[in-house]
């Protein structure tokens, strides 16, 4: 029986893609902001229902370079149950995070305990939106506002989504959405920064291309973080088939729900109202004593079967070895014992509903 990882790329038909590319073979234009490059930059500003967007190589790009665009310095209030981008950004901009902890339902920050992490050297929120879960947008938009502090949400996990009928992009000061491969949008590679205010854009677009500000200026030490034609021509395609690629990832969820909830000791993501989701990832909480196997024992049975679930979000990041215990993990108790206990499932558009029933099985059989 063929592997089951936890995601597989969506793609759309080769002979779409190669129509889409043909005429870079003529134009022999493949890089630093061409005609695919501003076409993907056009379509996703109306899909993302968003002011203005800006392309980037990759997710992680995005979150480094807005930071770096807003000029911060001092500490960033952010969330350690994430993928490492979200604070290796932080870190390589010279910023400090300071970790909140997690809501045990949503898995995203914990707004009700950002307000007593603040201190006069606060200058940032970085919240993230995990699994396409919504962070609680209206408070942590108080909270900056008391304090005129920049929120830059990292929306790596929420392609498409809509909080109250708004473009989850068009939250914050800016939000930073993944391309890359693995993600419910695919342009193989690939990132952007939804934003309103035009100046951040401007230094932005100048950031991606080395701080070039004019032919014989840069004006600053900006990275190289273009996103290539080739990328943009596979967003492009994507781009059409992605609704139909949600709706499929919704039968899935739908099918893993069939088996799954009610079951005692497991934890699944709550809906959450007046949200559309994109359905990006399933991830399930085993409370061991009550559900009668642990999370390691579920992870080890599936591996036997050849089904490849990951344990997204573990370790957290406030424990990685590069900062050398630097941060006190008991500080976000919540965050750690979520990461100890979850394993997210096998989602994705073209999985079988049976391969689910079977995977169902196999988590059930688990159970002593
Ligand atoms: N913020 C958050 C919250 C994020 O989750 C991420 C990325 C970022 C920021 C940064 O965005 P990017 O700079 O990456 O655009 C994967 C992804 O590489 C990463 O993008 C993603 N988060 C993270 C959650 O997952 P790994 O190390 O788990 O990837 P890997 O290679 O083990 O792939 C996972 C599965 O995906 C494979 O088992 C099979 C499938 N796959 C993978 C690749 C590379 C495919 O089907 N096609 C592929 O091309 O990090």
């Keep these: 029986m063929s592997k089951i990882l936890v995601t597989r790329s969506s793609m759309p038909e080769l002979t779409e893609?190669?129509?889409?590319?043909?005429?870079?073979?003529?134009?022999?234009?493949l890089t630093n902001m061409g005609i695919k490059h501003k076409e993907l930059q056009k379509e996703l500003q109306k899909y993302l229902d968003v002011a203005s967007v800006e392309l980037l190589t990759n997710g992680h790009m995005a979150l480094e370079l807005t930071l770096q665009a807003m000029n911060l310095q001092g500490e960033v209030i952010t969330t350690p149950f994430t993928f490492a981008s979200t604070t290796h950004a932080i870190v390589r901009n010279g910023l400090t995070?300071?970790?909140?902890?997690?809501?045990?339902?949503?898995?995203?920050?914990?707004?009700?305990?950002?307000e007593r992490l603040i201190?006069?050297?606060?200058c940032a929120i970085m919240p993230v939106h995990v699994y396409g879960n919504v962070c609680n947008v209206e408070e942590i938009q108080r909270i900056a506002h008391k304090y005129e502090l920049k929120v830059i949400y990292d929306a790596a996990h929420s392609f498409g989504e809509t909080y109250k009928g708004r473009g989850i992009g068009s939250f914050g000061d800016a939000s930073c959405f993944s391309f890359h491969a693995t993600k419910v949008f695919n342009s193989i590679e690939g990132g952007a920064v939804c934003f309103r205010d035009e100046r951040l854009g401007n230094v932005l677009y100048e950031l991606k291309n080395f701080g070039i500000h004019g032919p014989e200026e840069v004006s600053a030490v900006g990275a190289n973080a273009k996103m290539n034609e080739f990328c943009?021509?596979?967003?492009?395609?994507?781009l059409?088939?992605?609704?139909?690629?949600?709706?499929?990832?919704?039968?899935?969820?739908?099918?893993?729900?069939e088996h799954l909830e009610g079951v005692e000791g497991l934890q699944l993501n709550a809906p959450q109202p007046e949200v559309k989701s994109n359905y990006a990832y399933f991830p399930v909480v085993f409370e061991e004593k009550v559900f009668g196997a642990s999370r390691a024992e579920v992870f080890d049975k599936l591996a036997e079967n050849?089904?490849?679930?990951?344990?997204y979000f573990y370790p957290l990041t406030n424990t990685f070895s590069c900062f050398h215990r630097e941060?006190?993990?008991?500080?976000?108790?919540?965050?750690?014992?979520?990461?100890?206990?979850?394993?997210?499932l096998p989602l994705y558009a073209d999985l079988a509903l049976e391969d689910v029933d079977r995977i169902c099985e196999i988590i059930l059989s688990c159970r002593t």
């Excluded at 893609?17 to 234009?29: A, T």
């Excluded at 995070?97 to 920050?109: A, G, S």
């Excluded at 050849?306 to 344990?311: C, P, Q, S, T, Y």
């Design 232 to 238: 943009a021509a596979m967003g492009l395609c994507n």
């Design 240 to 257: 059409r088939h992605v609704e139909e690629e949600i709706a499929k990832r919704r039968q899935v969820t739908e099918r893993y729900l």
């Design 327 to 344: 941060y006190d993990v008991n500080e976000t108790p919540v965050a750690l014992h979520i990461s100890k206990r979850v394993l997210t």
């Design 17 to 29: 893609y190669m129509n889409e590319i043909e005429s870079l073979w003529d134009s022999r234009w």
């Design 119 to 122: 201190t006069d050297r606060t």
């Design 97 to 114: 995070p300071v970790f909140c902890d997690i809501d045990p339902v949503t898995y995203t920050i914990d707004a009700e305990k950002i």
């Design 306 to 311: 050849g089904i490849g679930a990951r344990k």
